[in-house]
């Protein structure tokens, strides 16, 4: 009787009802790409890389750091790809690696000394060094500064059977690589190295005083949201085929750091959803309504008052109080099958 009472309190976890999100809104992106216009389908990958670009962001929240120039990574990407393929004339497979591997290497130099920072430090600090990154580019000559660089080209992929020329391949490619990065970075979370990340949010001093390596877990974290950042800059250079210094601006770091605190900061499936929305919403305001970025700016506020832990965070907070309740109501049969 006691084993049954105990699994008749217990729900869904988190992680799974975190999974069946994740799932379901796949499917129907899959859906919706599959059924529409060359138009949607243009949308549809723009939603996927920036969800790439919020899962980057989104990762190194896990450790306690949130990051308003991460626009520099995306940034970074772009031109490392757009310099290799169009400058170098490397293969563009090539300046895809070359991209994430700047990212990576970008992220352990800059994190060697930002990430001992955090709060609204980390914050300023990381807008700076973005900045210096899109003030080089605005005024590089060789990327044509300010006018931007044309002709960058996508992926040769007919060794597979298809080609990214397609808009409908081209979001349909987005869409996986986001879902399988998506994943990826649930088994990392789930993981001991996840699990530190999380203790290092919660009380970062108590994790140093337990012996834990504050520093290099924080490092680590940062390389790696550095290097998803830029193969997310690297994508967007594909899609639009131009390099422009937008790419590495602070507009671009505040929307992308809406769309992850909208979906729910720390749930990573969150700045999928926010991501989306965000890129549907400007389009369909920008298309209908004259002062589109106030009302934009209205409706994220209004969900941030009603939904402060964002959409998912809002859901999983109620799986926990559902959770709590079946708990308290389960706990007076537990004492009286002990008496």
Same mark, same amino acid.
């Given at each position: ?16 009802? @975190?999974?069946? *999100?994740? %799932?379901?809104?796949?499917? /129907? ?5 599959? #059924?529409? +216009? ?8 723009? /939603?996927?890389?920036?969800? *790439? ?5 989104? %990762? ?51 994190? &060697?000394?930002?990430? @001992? ?50 808009? &409908? ?23 001991? #190295? ?23 877990? @924080? ?9 998803? +950042?830029?193969?997310? +800059? ?44 965000? $890129?549907?919403?400007?389009? $369909? ?8 970025? #106030?009302?934009?700016?209205?409706? #994220?506020? /209004? ?11 809002? $859901? ?11 708990? /308290? ?11």
């Amino acid at each position: 009787m006691s084993s049954a009472s105990t699994g008749n309190r217990k729900i869904i976890s988190a992680t799974q009802l @975190r999974l069946i *999100i994740g %799932f379901c809104f796949a499917l /129907a992106a899959l859906v919706a790409q599959t #059924f529409s +216009g060359a138009f949607v389908q243009e949308l549809v990958a723009d /939603a996927a890389i920036l969800s *790439i670009f919020a899962l980057s962001l989104d %990762f190194l929240a896990r450790s306690g750091l949130v990051s308003f120039g991460h626009a520099g990574f995306f940034g970074l990407g772009a031109y490392a790809f757009g310099g290799a393929a169009v400058l170098l004339e490397l293969p563009a497979w090539s300046g895809m690696l070359l991209a994430i591997a700047g990212g990576v290497i970008a992220g352990i130099l800059v994190g &060697s000394f930002v990430v @001992r920072t955090s709060g609204a430090f980390f914050i300023m600090v990381t807008l700076a060094m973005a900045e210096m990154f899109y003030s080089f580019v605005f005024r590089s000559p060789l990327f044509n500064g300010a006018d931007g660089m044309g002709g960058v080209p996508r992926l040769d992929t007919t060794m597979f059977g298809f080609t990214l020329e397609d808009p &409908s391949t081209f979001a349909l490619a987005m869409m996986v690589l986001c879902f399988v990065i998506w994943l990826v970075l649930e088994l990392v979370s789930a993981s001991p #190295f996840g699990r530190v990340l999380d203790a290092i949010r919660q009380n970062d001093g108590r994790v140093a005083a337990l012996g834990g390596r504050v520093f290099y877990y @924080r490092l680590a974290a940062f390389a790696a949201s550095g290097g998803i +950042g830029a193969l997310a +800059g690297a994508l967007k250079a594909q899609h639009t085929n131009f390099l422009s210094p937008d790419l590495a601006s602070w507009f671009l770091s505040g929307d992308v750091l809406i769309a992850v605190v909208i979906g729910g900061i720390g749930t990573l499936i969150g700045g999928i959803i926010g991501s989306t929305l965000l $890129v549907f919403l400007k389009e $369909v305001l920008s298309s209908h309504v004259g002062h589109w970025y #106030f009302m934009l700016g209205a409706i #994220f506020v /209004a969900v941030a008052l009603l939904l402060p832990k964002g959409i998912v965070g809002t $859901v999983l907070a109620i799986r926990e109080r559902k959770q709590a309740d079946l708990d /308290a109501a389960a706990r007076p049969a537990d004492e009286d099958e002990r008496t």
